[in-house]
Each structure stands twice: as C-alpha cells, then as structure tokens.
C-alpha cells in the first residue's frame, strides 16, 4: 500500500523528466506561453523551477565579467532596498485590503441596521433580508467573475505559495494580474458577508509583490519592462517570494516572527541563515509600516506604533473580583486542554474530508461545465449563507445582559462591549447570535475572547453546526477566501462551548473563557490546516502574551496528531487534488531500499553532447520536458558521436543521435528493462550532466551552432553542462 | 587576501581526509581514548562527527531486522518522550542554578550589607570590603578549581555548542562530569561578583543533557550503561543537543521560540521541519517546568505559571501624567537608534578586538604554564573586581531621589524600588552607583529598565567603562561565565546614558529611558555576538513586547553591520583562537572558481575494496584520519587488485595495495601534480566511496576477513560502502 503511494507520488515527479510516449502533439519551444488558456492544468504541466545554481564554464566566465562591473557589494544593498520595499508594499496592500473590507462591511451593516431597527417596529423583516441579499450577492458577483477571469486567484493561495516554495512552477501563480483578481475579489467576497477570510489572499498577495517586484517587469502589462535585470533567476525570486509570504503573514496578524516561520515551515524546502534574516527583515518591514500607517489613520497622530497588527486578540486580563483566584490557566486547564486539542483535530478532519469530497465534486461536475456553473455555485453559496445567517439571528438568538458599562472597563473590553448587536433586546440586553453574525469575523472572534457576559450553550452550539458546515461548503466556490479566520471563529465558539459546558454541568468554577475560546480555535484549525511551530508563534504573536505558548503548543500539537490519524491538512488535500508532485521532507522510510528504477515508468529523453540541430529542434517540439540529461555513448555503434566529433558520424546520416540511442536501447527492452539502467556507470551510457530547455533555446536563438557539412548544422552542448 | 583566508580555513578542514606526511607516531585504532589528557588541542585534533547517513547493505539489513522488532512508532514516541525529559532537565538544572545563586547572593550581599550599615557609622568600611573580598575570592577559587579540573567546562560554552552542532567534534565537551564542572562552577562565580553571567553556562548544561539523557549512559560514570541503545549515533545526539541548547536558552530567558531559532542560528546547518517542532517542543517543555515551579516555590500555590522565565525584564509601561503624550518610542526615536545601534557595534567590536588580545595572551603565556597560574589569574580579576566596585559605589555614587513611595503604584515598578541601595544617603533617596554594583546584574538591568528616578550622567558614564573593561578582562578568565547579561547590562548603562544626554543636551522631552536602556542593550550585545534574528527574538520574549520588534531588530542590524566592519562576533573569534575548522553558511564567493586541489596540501590515504588486513591495520595505525575513501585502481599493473579479486595478485606479494597506489602516482608527482585528480572519472583510479575508521575497526574487531592464503588475509569493503 504505502509503497504504491510512494510510487504515484514519485512517479509523478519522474514525469517530468521521462519521456511520455503517448504525447506526439507539438509543443512551442518555451512552454510558458502554453498556459494561456483556463483549462485545469493537469499534472503533465507542472515543471520545477530551476533552483540549482548551473555552475558551468559559460556563467563562471559571466560571472567574473559581471562582477567586475557590479560589486557584490551593491547587489547586497539592492537586496535589502528590495526586501524592504517589498515588506513595505505587502503592508499597504494589506492595509488597502483592511480599509477597503471596513468600508464595504459598514456600508452594508449600517444599512441593514437601520432597516432591522426601523422593521422590528413595522414588522417588515423580509425586506431587510432583501437588502442585505442584495448587498451580499452583488459582492459575491464581483468577487467570482474576478476569480473566473482569473482562475488561480480563487481559494487562499496558500497551497499554491507551498508548491511555489518547494519547486514547483504554477502557470500564472505570480502575475500581476493575479495580483490584481486576487486583491480585488477578497474585498468583495469578504466583505459580501461569506464565510472566508483574507488572509490567506493577503499572504499570496505578497508572495506576487515577491516575487514581481524586484524584475521591474510583468508578463501581464508588457509596457513595465526595464533595463534593470537583476534578480531573475528562479533562485532568486524564491527568495523575494518566501520574503513576501513572510510579510504577508507579517501583516495579517502583526506576527513577524510567525511569518519567517510561516515561510519556513510551508514553504521552504532550503534554510539559510542569511535568507531567514532577510525574510525577518521584509516581516518587520510589513508589520511597522503597516503599524506605522493604521496608527495614523486611527488617531490622527502620526509617528506613533501602537496598532500591532490587522488582527488584534486584544489584551487576555482576569478581571475577577477575589484578586489572587483568577489566573488565565491552571495546570489543571491543560488536561482539558489536551481533550479539547484531540476534539479539535476530530473535527479539522471531519472538516478536511467533508471538503476534499465537496472539491472533487466541483472539479468533475462544476469545473468543466461553462464558467457560469462557477459563478451561480458561487451566488448559491452567498445566498444560502446570508439567509441562514439572517434567520437563525432573528429567531434563534437569546438576549444576554451586558454586563459592565464600557465606561468603567479598559479599553479592549469597552471596545468588545461596543460591538454586540441588541437586536430585538431590551437595553442593556444584547442578541447573542446576532452578535456572532452580524458583525465582521475578527469582531465575532473577539466577542468570544473577551466578551464578560455569557453567551448561551444553545446559542454557541447551532452557531458552530451552521458555520461549520457552511465555511466547508465556500472554501473551494471560485471567489478568493482565506481559512484562517473562519477556522478561528469557529473553534473560538467550540472552545467557549466547552468552557460554558464545564461551568454549568461540571461546576468548574476557575474557568476563565477567554482562554478557553482561543484554545478552542487552535485546536479546531490546527486541526484543519496541520501547521504546527508558524501557527503556535503566530497565534501567541496575536495574542501578545508570551504565557499562553505552552497551551497552544500542546494543543495544536495533540490536534495535527488526531488529525493526522484520518487524512491530511487541508492545503495538502487541495496540493494532491491538483496533482500537483510536492516533495515532503522526509521521504517515506519506505524510499530507503527503493531504487529510482522501481517507479520510473517511461523512458526518458536524452541529449548528447554534439547534437545536430535538426534533431534538437525535433527533440524540444515533440517533449514537452524542461530539462534533458546529456549522456555520451561509449558503445561502438554510438561512439562515433560523441567520442569523435561530427566528421566521422557519416555513417549515421538521417538517423539522429536521440534515435540512435533509443534504437539501440529498444533491442533489450524486455519486460522491465529500463534505459535509465544504461545511465549507469557500468554500461556504456554515461551521464554528463543536465542541460535545461531554456538554456537549449537560447542556444539555438544565438545560432550557437557550427557547420557539420554543408547540410548538417550541430551544436556542442559540452560547455554549458554544470562543472 | 581573501583567498588566502579561505585557502587556510579550508585547508585544516581537508586536513581532516589528508594524510600528513610529517606524523609517523603510532595512534590507537579508536581515536576517541587519545584524548584523556588535558592538553589544550590542536587542531589535527578535531574530526568530524557523521551526521550522514549510511545507506549500505548490512545497514539496510541491518535495519530491516530492527523494524520487525521496533516499530517507527515505538521510537517516534520515545524520541518525543526523551524530548520531554530534556527539557524538563534543563529547566530544573536552571531553577537550581538560579536559586543556588541566589541564596548564596542572598548571604553574601546580606552579611556584607549589615556591615556596611554599621561602618558607615562606625567608620570601618575597610572591613565591609574585607568581607566583601573574602566572600568573593573563596567563591571564585571554588569555580576556578572546578574548571581547572575541566577545562572546556570555562567560559560560556556558547562557541563549542556552535562547533557540535556544526559537525565538529570537540573532546569532552558532552560529557557529564563537564556538565557537573559547568553548572557547579557557574554558582560560585556569579555569586562570586565576576561580571559573568549564568545563561551561557545553562544554555551549555542543556546540550550536554541532550546529548547523553537519550544514551542512558556516561563515559565518566561507567556505571550508568543500560543496555538500552536507540539514540546513539552521531545524528541522532545532534538533534537532541540542539533540542537541549533551545531548552538551555528558553529557560535562562523565557523564550522557547528564541532558544528554537537560537539552535538553528547558531548551530545548525541542516535544517529539518520535524527537528524544528521537537526542538520548540523541548523549549516549551524547559520554559514551562521552570515556571512551574519557580510560580510554585514563589507563591506557594501550586498549579500557576505567572513567572514566565529566569530572566523576566519587567513590563514596560508609560506612565506619564499627560495620558495620550506618553509612547514607548515614536518614529523620531528610530533615527536615534540606528545611531545607537551602530555606536553599539563599534564599542562590541572594541569590546571583541580587547578581549580577543587579552585570550591571545592568555593562550601563550598563562595556560602552557602550571594550573596554578589560573588559580591565580582567577583571583586577581575577583579582587580587582571587588574593590573597584566597592571603592567606586562608595567614593563616586550620587544620592537620588527615589520618585514614588512603592505602594501606590504597580507591581513591576515597586519590586524595582524595593532593590535599591540606600548606602550613605539619607531617607528617601539611594545611592545610584551602589544600586548597580551592589545587586544582582539581572537587579540592575531591572533598574535600568524601569527605574523612573534618574541616575546621574557621571555615575553611569564611570559604570558603563568600568564594567566594559572589567567584563572584557573577565570574559577567558578559567570559570565558567556567560556573556548575555553582562554585555545587556553594560549595554543597559549605555543607553540610559543617552537617554539622559538627549534630555538634558539637546531637551528632547518625550524620551521614555527604559526603551533607550533596552535598545542600548541590545545595540552593545549584538554588537559583541553579532547573533540576529534569535537575539531579536529573545529580547521581544523576555520583555514580553511585540512592539519593541521593530527598534531591537534595526538597532542589532546596524550593530552586527558596523561590528563587522572591524572583526567577527566573540563566538566566533573565540572558535577560531581554537582553530576549530568550522564550516560557515556560504562558502566565499572566490571559492566558486576553485577547485578543491587548490587547498589540498598533501595527499590522500586511500583504501581499495579488497584490502589486505595488515596494510589496513598498519594503515589505522599510522594515520589519524576518521574517513578514507575508497577507490579502485583501473590501471593495469594495479587493477589486479581490485578487478579480478585476490588469487592474481601473486605479483603484487608483500607491496600492499595502499602503496601500490602511492608508488605508481609518485612517477607523475611533478610539482603541483596530485592524486585528487586519479580520482577523477577519467583517469585510472576511481572513487567508490568513503569508509569510517569506525567501521573498519568494526570489521576487523569481528574478524570479517577471508584467507587470500596461508598467510594473507583480506578483508572486502565494497558491500559497507554507501548504496
């Protein structure tokens, strides 16, 4: 069994450089202009990024002439002026993405508002569902054509910011345009009241920046183009986009070291001291100006730092009235704690299943079908979400007493205090559900925190039931959508369940809920999304309160183990569900005894190092392979190839050397002989090295060929193989 | 220039795999016992441990057998259990540690104290001093004793954790009776009064822990040897040291996501996603069981975690009468700091070049000489130290006012108050120089920190080059002492100083001086260990304050820039005294052109996979190398020996394999001609793979070898060579 996953898995990967027999169709010869279409790219089109430094003779020679032009030196300096300006340009995107979501969001609330006030008098409650229908659906509508124009701009972003950290080339995942779709949609879909957050498109926002920023080009606005070409390797856009994701993450929650972290964990398959210091850099420099700008909006007074972050947990305070009993945790809490992580995994799973089943679905029955399909799912959704939403506010919700005037209290309670939501109360009273529901998630998530009065068991368990399922059925409608925030709402519910349910049945009286609701969103999405160290440290960032480490350490922890007794974390579902060959960490123990033999499945395409033109250009139009091995032939009826030179390779005429090999290798294909085993050192192939489509095509450009015979043109590869 | 440096540097590491021609002496076969002695070692001495894995077909035997008995999950759990007990260790050896000295602080500073208060009548301060020295100097000879009996057991131990985790094997550093050495000499020279710390030294006990709690056995406790045996390769005591070095650094300062990052700053060059939890893991597990009882013996209430680290830097508050005028710092104060910061790194830099003089001197002229010599070196900094101290509180202290009656206001600030030193000054004002000299530095940082009454400019100007130069004197001293919390005080000193400056120079009114001490502290620490991104981290810990992230990270920035202008951080100053080839990051960019026979200075010994077992033991016995590589000989009138196997090799009769080789290469040794190119893929000799000196006397200890005939036997390698 696990060794058949193994195989798929790697199989996948070898695919991309075996030769595929099937595929005789002609491919261009820089495969990028391929993606233009929509289509759902299927696996045949993944290719790495070429991360690998090439160290040949060619760009040593480079090298020394470039360096002698521009001291390593400036390019350090331009490094760090690019990282900060990216840091810096995240944090506005982010900023731009928080003030615009606050407008829409109030726009709509307050209308709605004054309808339900002005119609719990009249009685004409259908018409305010109509109203907020009709702001609901028209920001849907934007947020999904958006996603349709640009398909990758769909979902959160993050599974394809791991893939891009690991290798892995996306079509279109890095543009402009993405950018634009991406930054766009999520004010719409956010603010139209669905069940997603924007995060996780604020992170990939700022992998973009990352990774578009430093070339001073774009693919999608041809007309930005520069002189200027540093930084154009795929190794050192790699590094500018962990940067981005970094500040991105950075931004989002005021968590700088979460976001290294971030970077480190999901995406980078590297680690360098110099690098994370670098990405450290372009977190901080996201997080402060962001600060730096939110403050000054805020309070008017510029130059001042006290807003930390997009996402703020507010102050975690005991505030009881016996003065020593009330501590945040006790030992005793983190027993509980420990039952509630197991839960919260249970849950993510049942989460992550319930979705990879909902995603395939789509992806046989909806994506296929006519982009329409996609955007009416996508008005379904937020049509069935606000009218639950409505619904069970108005007749589900109970009336609570607030418990303290905000005048008295600090200033994060008073702030929760006055965000409830008094539909259909008396004074004084607030609407408990309508509380969770009608206001902006973070809000919700910080009445749950924080909020003194209690919220009812009833209330708190439908609340849970109805976001679950419906958050389940958005993540995967084409609209952008973060996870994280739904994730934490609902786990903040299922937590201040839990510690209701211990107070009133139980008895367990030290109970402090605040810490029980963030335990309780740890649990539930460290149980969807199995991040373990980032999410600890960003969790503990938000919160700002370094003692709350241990209880989320151990939760999260007990959550990834549950969870992963029943399936993956949900980025990992969603990576597998686009077959997308990711390589983990670690290969399966398994891999140990394996040879690469046992899961190749076809064979592959090879070069030599004189190769006549006309079969390279035959070569690159019928593979569609981003990198070749070149080998020499030691066996006589090959040698003359490789071993002396074109003028003796008459006997070879029409038939090239790519064929002459594969011939020869055909007359001992029996069952599962394999060429690769010819590669070997003690068969007569013998490996040389690698050489890239991109670098044969430059070759081929610059007519870097010599004259054969008066017909044959050939082109010596031997220099540009790596040293 | 530069080549030349890295030509050095690489050369004593390929000295490790070359044979030196000049050494003819006779080692033992397992060349660990050599170093039983207490030479100081040099650096022939050093070899490398095997963090790579072995992939050859016993192993993989080998381990099929052990996963039938031993299931992956048995040992994933038992490596998370050893984890555990890790960090419980190490934040018990910590808590032990800290309330040690603190009791023998406690007795000294109260005896000495009494007597103070009575001179200062009586007029017999001689005497106090007298006290003072008698308490200091026996303390300090007890840790001087401790170290001369362990040497590696000095100094901080930072930089020999460094060179472990870097793959280099550093003689008795992980033994027990070093960690008894260490955590036992630390007591007696913190409370002794040397301007040392207690967190290197805790830091050092964690990795010690690591390394031996998994192998359940002690080289210096024979005793201790369970048959017990999972854990004990090189790879898997690396993963446990750097688990135990984050516990070390989460304990001494309350910051697990700091001691996580230290460990792969500092250390690792390797970088693994499932290291990195077990690592935070530990670290929590450290942070938290410290807390747990040190909350407990605190407050008698068993079951809270409020004391969140040895070292807690006390919450900063504003507390300015005009409530909305007051902020930590703004973004005037940035500029200000970058000053700061790059002053910090030149003064660090004065700091390293002084002390790297100092140990130079040391190394030539007082360690060759009897133990005595450190005795006495070890008393005279104690003396010194005292009464400069002592003379310096006494004559040049200022009296100030204490500015609020400890009462009103909150807990932080009156635990503050309560620490001050009132020698000589009436009520209601203390002695500013005695409150600094006179209380445990992490007292005097607090005061540093949040002390709202002043200290003169002139006391902390004669604090701050006092402390700097006896610190920079005591730093190499044979005790063990830390290096953070001297430098964060020293730092500390330094930027209370400007803060002052700015006030009463140039009037700039909104400065708070606790942020201006702490980013002093930070700019002189980073600009003496020049460590990033985990100092930065471990600061925002320890002062439990995201929104220091941004002032601390740039002022280490501009600290490690302008520090490494002048000279490298003192950890590495200190490794390379001891010219320890240790193997940075990124090798220099001149080394991209070089080819590895550039650096080799002598040539290889080699074995070829049939050897005979004479010539390898003669081989063992006359080399110090801990790998050979293997190779096979593909020239004719040696290729008997390795291609037809040991029955044609009559010819060769008494010259054995290993000579054959050297003999037929001296005939092309012309000049620069060197058998590291024999090895390459075109000429005659070919390289199989490596074997470890390990291995071999493995096979040789179990008579794995076959009569060739009557008189010589073989044995054959090829089947332990890497797959």
Known sequence: MATDSIRKCWRRLFSCLSFNRNSNETVPLLRSSQHGGHNVVSNKDYESLDYDRCWNKPYLDYRERYEKQHSDRKLEILQWIMTFAIGFLTGMVALYIDLIVKLLSDWKFGTVDKSILQCSKDGCLVISLLYLLLFNVAFVIVAACLTIYEPVAGGSGIPEIKCYLNGIKIPRIARLQTLVAKSVGVLFSVAGGLFVGKEGPMIHSGAIIGSGLPQLQSITLKKINSKYSYFRTDRDKRDFVSGGAAAG????????????????????????????????????????????????????????????????????????????????????????????????????AIFNTLNKSLSLHRMINVNPK???????????????????????????????????????????????????????CEDGYYNDMATLFFNPQEIAIKQLFHQAGTFSMPSLAIFFILFFFLACWTYGVSVPSGLFVPSLLCGAAYGRFVALFLEQVFGYKTVYSGTYALVGAAAFLGGVVRMTISLTVILIESTNEISYGLPIMLVLMVAKWSGDLFNEGLYDIHINLKSVPLLEWDPPTEAARMKAKAIMDSRLKVVFPQTRVASLIRLLKTTAHNVFPVVTAARDDCSAVTLVGPSQEADLQEQDDVECFVNQNN?????????????????????????????????????????????????????????
């Open 249 to 348: 993450v950075a931004a989002a929650f005021g968590a700088p070291i979460g976001g290294v972290l971030f970077s480190l964990e999901e995406g980078s398959s590297f680690w360098n001291q110099k690098l994370t210091w670098r990405t450290f850099f372009c977190s901080m420099a996201a997080t402060f100006s962001l600060n730096f700008f939110l403050s000054g909006i805020d309070s008017n007074s510029w130059g001042y730092f006290y807003l930390p972050g997009l996402i703020d947990f507010g102050t975690f305070e005991c505030q009881s009235e016996k003065t020593t009993g009330c501590h945040l945790w006790s030992a005793v809490d983190l027993f509980i704690f420990v039952i509630m992580g197991f839960i919260g995994g249970c849950l993510g």
């Open 370 to 424: 006519h982009k329409i399909f996609r955007l009416l799912e996508a008005i379904l959704v937020a049509m069935v979400t606000t009218t639950i939403a409505f619904v069970s506010a108005m007749t589900l919700g109970q009336c609570r007493k607030i418990p303290l005037k905000p005048s008295i209290i600090n200033s994060t309670r008073s702030s929760v205090e006055l965000t409830v939501r008094d539909y259909f």
């Open 667 to 723: 007359s001992n294909q029996d069952g599962d002989g394999n060429p690769i085993e010819l590669l070997q050192r003690n068969l007569p192939m013998k490996f040389e090295g690698m050489i890239l489509r991109s670098q044969l095509v430059t070759l081929l450009k610059n007519h870097a060929w010599y004259k054969e015979n008066v017909e044959v043109c050939s082109i010596s590869i031997r220099p540009f193989l790596k040293l």
